[in-house]
């Protein structure tokens, strides 16, 4: 190893401050939709009612973490059918390995909560500093009234925008008009206020001041992207053989790149996509929105900096034309996550509609494994949970079936039946006796099989079980 | 973004170090708030080891400004818990005991509080199924067997003022006297045989027929004349499957020879008059409870 003559270099250098000048074109007109659908779908949804009847929440929308339900429209998750969640984030992050291979970093581009509110962040801003340059101006003229003004003016909206940010997220988790009212009041419980604190904090900061630095410094996404992304991934590139060597216009002998500097001023991550494909990029496609007005003023044709896979790039590069979009989305790669995806999607359907209303299920007490009464009959105990996922209240009764003479009892009734709750589970002691002498009290172990019946809807579900007997193994 | 491997002026910038003639090092600079983050976790290690219990000294650790301790937390969470049971326990207390069962709230209540009393207490000699030692003196308090009563008021009595213990004057007391200072070897073994022949078992007809006259003479004024034992002395059913020192020939006549006598303490002393009411409907919902008449 050997040491250049040179100074020594900093490891930490103060940010870049990036201005991204306004933008207009058919991916900026995209990414308005987009912004405004997700943010929709994120501050309403907790405000959507739905009808459950009196025992239920009537929030359509709704993580109950005190009473452990989960609802979301018609459907109502218990913690025992968590397996739902595992199935919808199974697909989520199988989705995302289908858009990464044929699109890229669409997800950081369009969708992305960072992208998103830093996105509605700079609109802000725009709106009250003005653009590019009369932000590039007010960034370094010296602290005076007016920039002072103008200052608060776009950190009071900024802060509005992230208390009605980290305000939207409490209302997932219980009453929302409830909530709201004890939070105006002050009678809401502290966590509300933590949460609404922690989350504004964090959306002021990261939308207003940090924005690219978490896509670069603190994000793993793009890591792990990049590992994702194969050869015909369509990605946001910068057809460099077609725009090098970059020159004013009407340079003799340069491309068609007029090194405008239009795809750097627009670029929310301050970055020059001419370099290449580089961590930083999200793929947002402004640049290629502003390079095609360029163009289009020039006179050139749209695309010098465009969506394009590496293949086309090899092609283009010979003189062959790029090959049809659909061709580099539909492939087996592609085909293979879309399959695994709808898959998971159906399965979780299918499973989610032949869910059983009735829900029981038998522990077998093993401690004692029997116990032996005074008559000399033999006596097991199950411990039965039997959860009622209706509406309103509900009678199961129980009983068993098996080739032994068994009489089923449960604890503290005479009757074979027991009252659940709407919403509810309920645990009952059952006891299974055989007689004295009987097969099943001599043998080690008897099959046996318990069967609830719902007494309104006369639907029925069993489990199978063992009876232990005085018997050796 | 700060300054990534960008080329400028023609010049990617790197840290200046080369290996193998040409490999150079790119140079990505951090953003200098992350130093800073970097120094203000530092502080705020120090401050924190200053604010909250940290250095370990010879007999406990430096107690931190704040005062904060892991003790008095749980001291704050139990009497938490305590104050928000106060309602349902004085209920507990206030019900009457045959009532408790028919109250969903209180009953769930009772049971649920009566299992974690009873793990704590009962479980060591009744075992932690309350199955309690087969054959050893321990009795299994899931069957319909009870020596004292199995209704919820003589369970009731009985955890509260426990059997034959010196520490409470209102303890059950019985006891076995020794036959073998009373009987012959002969007529203890002819007893025995009659006792086996009680339950149904396997005995010696000859040697039975002869212990019958003997058992009504000795055993009878406590066991019944059937055997059928007598719950306010606390005399076992010897007609069942059940024995509480194990049915066989030589545990029959062991039993003649020197009784054992079973001692449960008393628990007014350990546990609430509420504790003492859970853990009494907690064992009587095990699988054997009566019904009081």
């Given at each position: 190893?050997?040491?250049?003559?040179?100074?020594?270099?900093?490891?930490?250098?103060?940010?870049?401050?990036?201005?991204?000048?306004?933008?207009?074109?058919?991916?900026?007109?995209?990414?308005?939709?987009?912004?405004?659908?997700?943010?929709?779908?994120?501050?309403?949804?907790?405000?959507?009612?739905?009808?459950?009847?009196?025992?239920?929440?009537?929030?359509?929308?709704?993580?109950?973490?005190?009473?452990?339900?989960?609802?979301?429209?018609?459907?109502?998750?218990?913690?025992?059918?968590?397996?739902?969640?595992?199935?919808?984030?199974?697909?989520?992050?199988?989705?995302?390995?289908?858009?990464t291979?044929?699109?890229g970093r669409v997800w950081c581009g369009y969708a992305c909560?960072q992208t998103?509110?830093?996105?509605?962040?700079?609109?802000?801003?725009?709106?009250?500093?003005?653009?590019?340059?009369?932000?590039?101006?007010?960034?370094?003229?010296?602290?005076?009234?007016?920039?002072?003004?103008?200052?608060?003016?776009?950190?009071?909206?900024?802060?509005?925008?992230?208390?009605?940010?980290?305000?939207?997220?409490?209302?997932?988790?219980?009453?929302?008009?409830?909530?709201?009212?004890?939070?105006?009041?002050?009678?809401?419980?502290?966590?509300?206020?933590?949460?609404?604190?922690?989350?504004?904090?964090?959306?002021?900061?990261?939308?207003?001041?940090?924005?690219?630095?978490?896509c670069?410094?603190?994000c793993?996404w793009p890591?792990?992207q990049?590992?994702?992304?194969?050869?015909?991934?369509?990605?946001?590139?910068?057809?460099?053989?077609?725009?090098?060597?970059?020159?004013?216009?009407?340079?003799?002998?340069?491309?068609?790149?007029?090194?405008?500097?239009?795809?750097?001023?627009?670029?929310?991550?301050?970055?020059?996509?001419?370099?290449?494909?580089?961590?930083?990029c999200i793929t947002c496609?402004?640049?290629?929105?502003?390079?095609?007005?360029?163009?289009?003023?020039?006179?050139?044709?749209?695309?010098?900096?465009?969506?394009?896979?590496?293949?086309?790039?090899?092609?283009?590069?010979?003189?062959?034309?790029?090959?049809?979009?659909?061709?580099?989305?539909?492939?087996?790669?592609?085909?293979?996550?879309?399959?695994?995806?709808?898959?998971?999607?159906?399965?979780?359907?299918?499973?989610?509609?032949?869910?059983?209303?009735?829900?029981?299920?038998?522990?077998?007490?093993?401690?004692?494994?029997?116990?032996?009464?005074?008559?000399?009959?033999?006596?097991?105990?199950?411990?039965?949970?039997?959860?009622?996922?209706?509406?309103?209240?509900?009678?199961?009764?129980?009983?068993?079936?098996?080739?032994?003479?068994?009489?089923?009892?449960?604890?503290?009734?005479?009757?074979?039946?027991?009252?659940?709750?709407?919403?509810?589970?309920?645990?009952?002691?059952?006891?299974?006796?055989?007689?004295?002498?009987?097969?099943?009290?001599?043998?080690?172990?008897?099959?046996?099989?318990?069967?609830?019946?719902?007494?309104?809807?006369?639907?029925?579900?069993?489990?199978?079980?063992?009876?232990?007997?005085?018997?050796?193994? | 973004?700060?300054?990534?491997?960008?080329?400028?002026?023609?010049?990617?910038?790197?840290?200046?170090?080369?290996?193998?003639?040409?490999?150079?090092?790119?140079?990505?600079?951090?953003?200098?708030?992350?130093?800073?983050?970097?120094?203000?976790?530092?502080?705020?290690?120090?401050?924190?080891?200053?604010?909250?219990?940290?250095?370990?000294?010879?007999?406990?650790?430096?107690?931190?400004?704040?005062?904060?301790?892991?003790?008095?937390?749980?001291?704050?969470?139990?009497?938490?818990?305590?104050?928000?049971?106060?309602?349902?326990?004085?209920?507990?207390?206030?019900?009457?005991?045959?009532?408790?069962?028919?109250?969903?709230?209180?009953?769930?209540?009772?049971?649920?509080?009566?299992?974690?009393?009873?793990?704590?207490?009962?479980?060591?000699?009744?075992?932690?199924?309350?199955?309690?030692?087969?054959?050893?003196?321990?009795?299994?308090?899931?069957?319909?067997?009870?020596?004292?009563?199995?209704?919820?008021?003589?369970?009731?009595?009985?955890?509260?003022?426990?059997?034959?213990?010196?520490?409470?004057?209102?303890?059950?007391?019985?006891?076995?006297?020794?036959?073998?200072?009373?009987?012959?070897?002969?007529?203890?073994?002819?007893?025995?045989?009659?006792?086996?022949?009680?339950?149904?078992?396997?005995?010696?007809?000859?040697?039975?027929?002869?212990?019958?006259?003997?058992?009504?003479?000795?055993?009878?004024?406590?066991?019944?004349?059937?055997?059928?034992?007598?719950?306010?002395?606390?005399?076992?059913?010897?007609?069942?499957?059940?024995?509480?020192?194990?049915?066989?020939?030589?545990?029959?006549?062991?039993?003649?020879?020197?009784?054992?006598?079973?001692?449960?303490?008393?628990?007014?002393?350990?546990?609430?008059?509420?504790?003492?009411?859970?853990?009494?409907?907690?064992?009587?919902?095990?699988?054997?409870?009566?019904?009081?008449?």
């Amino acid at each position: 190893m050997s040491t250049a003559d040179t100074p020594e270099p900093q490891l930490y250098a103060a940010r870049e401050p990036v201005f991204p000048r306004r933008v207009s074109g058919a991916f900026r007109n995209l990414k308005w939709w987009i912004m405004g659908i997700t943010l929709g779908i994120y501050y309403i949804t907790p405000w959507i009612r739905w009808d459950r009847g009196p025992n239920l929440p009537d929030q359509a929308v709704l993580v109950d973490l005190a009473n452990r339900r989960f609802f979301f429209f018609m459907v109502e998750i218990w913690p025992h059918e968590f397996y739902f969640v595992a199935g919808l984030l199974i697909m989520a992050g199988l989705g995302l390995f289908l858009f990464t291979s044929a699109l890229g970093r669409v997800w950081c581009g369009y969708a992305c909560p960072q992208t998103v509110w830093t996105d509605l962040y700079i609109l802000v801003e725009r709106w009250i500093e003005g653009d590019r340059n009369a932000r590039v101006r007010l960034w370094h003229q010296k602290w005076d009234a007016r920039k002072t003004r103008l200052r608060l003016t776009k950190w009071a909206v900024w802060l509005l925008i992230a208390v009605a940010t980290g305000g939207a997220w409490v209302f997932y988790f219980t009453d929302a008009p409830t909530l709201l009212r004890d939070l105006v009041t002050f009678n809401a419980h502290p966590v509300a206020y933590t949460t609404i604190g922690v989350l504004t904090a964090t959306t002021f900061l990261f939308g207003g001041f940090f924005r690219e630095q978490i896509c670069i410094y603190a994000c793993p996404w793009p890591r792990v992207q990049a590992a994702m992304m194969d050869e015909e991934t369509i990605t946001v590139a910068y057809r460099d053989w077609r725009g090098e060597p970059r020159g004013k216009l009407g340079t003799e002998g340069a491309g068609d790149c007029i090194d405008c500097k239009a795809c750097v001023n627009v670029c929310p991550m301050g970055i020059d996509i001419r370099n290449g494909q580089q961590l930083a990029c999200i793929t947002c496609a402004l640049c290629i929105d502003a390079c095609d007005d360029v163009m289009a003023k020039i006179g050139k044709p749209r695309g010098l900096v465009d969506y394009i896979a590496l293949s086309d790039e090899t092609r283009e590069r010979q003189g062959l034309a790029a090959r049809n979009i659909w061709k580099h989305i539909f492939r087996p790669r592609t085909l293979l996550y879309t399959t695994l995806y709808s898959a998971v999607g159906i399965a979780l359907v299918v499973a989610l509609f032949l869910r059983q209303e009735i829900d029981m299920t038998v522990a077998p007490v093993r401690n004692p494994t029997f116990v032996t009464l005074s008559d000399g009959s033999i006596r097991n105990t199950y411990d039965v949970r039997l959860r009622n996922m209706n509406l309103d209240d509900r009678r199961f009764h129980l009983s068993l079936t098996s080739d032994a003479l068994l009489r089923i009892q449960l604890e503290g009734t005479d009757e074979l039946v027991v009252d659940v709750p709407a919403n509810e589970m309920v645990l009952q002691r059952v006891y299974v006796v055989a007689p004295p002498g009987a097969p099943a009290a001599e043998a080690h172990r008897t099959e046996l099989r318990l069967w609830v019946e719902d007494l309104q809807s006369t639907d029925r579900a069993y489990r199978d079980t063992t009876f232990n007997g005085k018997g050796e193994q | 973004m700060s300054s990534p491997n960008t080329p400028k002026d023609g010049q990617v910038e790197t840290t200046g170090h080369v290996w193998d003639e040409d490999l150079e090092e790119f140079n990505n600079p951090l953003p200098r708030w992350w130093l800073w983050t970097f120094y203000l976790t530092i502080i705020w290690g120090v401050a924190y080891t200053i604010a909250y219990p940290a250095w370990p000294l010879i007999s406990q650790a430096t107690p931190g400004l704040l005062g904060y301790s892991t003790r008095a937390e749980v001291a704050t969470e139990i009497t938490r818990v305590e104050t928000a049971n106060a309602s349902i326990e004085q209920r507990l207390v206030d019900a009457e005991l045959t009532a408790i069962a028919t109250d969903p709230e209180l009953n769930q209540f009772a049971l649920n509080a009566g299992a974690a009393v009873f793990r704590t207490n009962c479980s060591q000699c009744h075992g932690a199924g309350a199955a309690g030692v087969q054959a050893s003196g321990y009795p299994n308090l899931l069957d319909d067997d009870w020596l004292w009563g199995g209704d919820i008021e003589a369970i009731h009595t009985t955890v509260s003022h426990g059997i034959r213990n010196d520490l409470d004057p209102d303890a059950r007391f019985s006891e076995m006297p020794a036959f073998a200072d009373v009987l012959s070897e002969e007529e203890i073994a002819q007893t025995a045989d009659y006792v086996l022949s009680l339950s149904g078992q396997e005995h010696d007809a000859a040697l039975a027929a002869a212990g019958e006259t003997l058992f009504l003479d000795n055993c009878a004024s406590c066991h019944g004349d059937a055997g059928e034992g007598m719950r306010d002395l606390g005399a076992p059913n010897l007609g069942d499957a059940i024995w509480l020192y194990g049915g066989s020939r030589e545990a029959i006549t062991s039993q003649i020879v020197a009784p054992r006598n079973g001692v449960m303490p008393p628990w007014t002393q350990r546990l609430t008059e509420a504790e003492i009411r859970a853990v009494a409907t907690y064992v009587h919902g095990l699988g054997g409870g009566e019904t009081l008449e």
